[in-house]
Structures are given as structure tokens and as C-alpha cells.
Nanobody, 126 residues
Framework: QVRLGESGGDSVQAGGSLRISCAVS????????MGWFRQAPGKEREGVAA???????NYADSVKGRFTISQDNAKNTLYLQMNSLEPEDTAMYYC????????????????????WGQGTQVTVSS
């Protein structure tokens, strides 16, 4: 079983930056896709960014050019660097992983992932 633990969430001013992390432990996959998702109060969980074991990335249109997903395989850690943060980015952020390959068209869909972390809160004030 894979275990995921997010950290780094905080309260920041609009225009600021924040990096959140997701530590991966337990069983790991040689081929996988990992993603960052977020859920604001009263809204559905949505995909933000994804990366596969080959380093290919996907981003939601709302965060392109502002957010960067990356991974450090030596540390078994996934990152999300968030710049130019906006109040609309306020949400609980979750990481997720799925063994195997997910089509690029489907990587930002919640339904494609089996293992999830508990989330870390990001609050952006205006």
C-alpha cells in the first residue's frame, strides 16, 4: 500500500508564492502518474497538475504559467510550486498516485487515481 503525506500549506497574501510537498512511502510503482488536486468549500475536487514517471506534465488552464509540478525521486517527494497566488487558489490541496500509465487527456480527473493523501490547506488573502 502507498501512503501519501502532504505538507507545506499556509496562509499567504495574493501575489505570493508557496511550495507544498507530498511524501510518498510504502509500496512504490516503477511506472506511475501523480497529481495535485484541490477542493474549495462547496466545490468539487478538481485537478491542478499531474506528472508521470517519465517526467511528462499536465496543468489545468487556471494554473498554467503560475504553478509547477516536480518530483524528487531520491526523496520520494512530489512538489507543487505555486507563484502569483490568487484568492481563487484557496483550497485544500491533495496529492494522489496511480500505478501505471494514464492517458494525458485523463490525468487531471479525480476518478483516475486510487491512492490519496489527507490534504494540506492553502489560504490566499486579498
Amino acid at each position: 500500500q502507498v501512503r501519501l503525506g502532504e505538507s507545506g500549506g499556509d496562509s499567504v497574501q495574493a501575489g505570493g508564492s508557496l511550495r507544498i510537498s507530498c511524501a510518498v512511502s510504502g509500496n512504490t510503482y516503477s511506472s506511475y502518474c501523480m497529481g495535485w488536486f484541490r477542493q474549495a468549500p462547496g466545490k468539487e475536487r478538481e485537478g491542478v497538475a499531474a506528472i508521470d514517471s517519465g517526467g511528462s506534465t499536465n496543468y489545468a488552464d487556471s494554473v498554467k504559467g503560475r504553478f509547477t509540478i516536480s518530483q524528487d525521486n531520491a526523496k520520494n517527494t512530489l512538489y507543487l510550486q505555486m507563484n502569483s497566488l490568487e484568492p481563487e487558489d484557496t483550497a485544500m490541496y491533495y496529492c494522489a498516485v496511480e500505478g501505471g500509465i494514464i492517458s494525458r487527456l485523463l490525468r487531471l480527473l479525480v476518478s483516475q487515481y486510487s491512492d490519496w493523501g489527507q490534504g494540506t490547506q492553502v489560504t490566499v488573502s486579498s
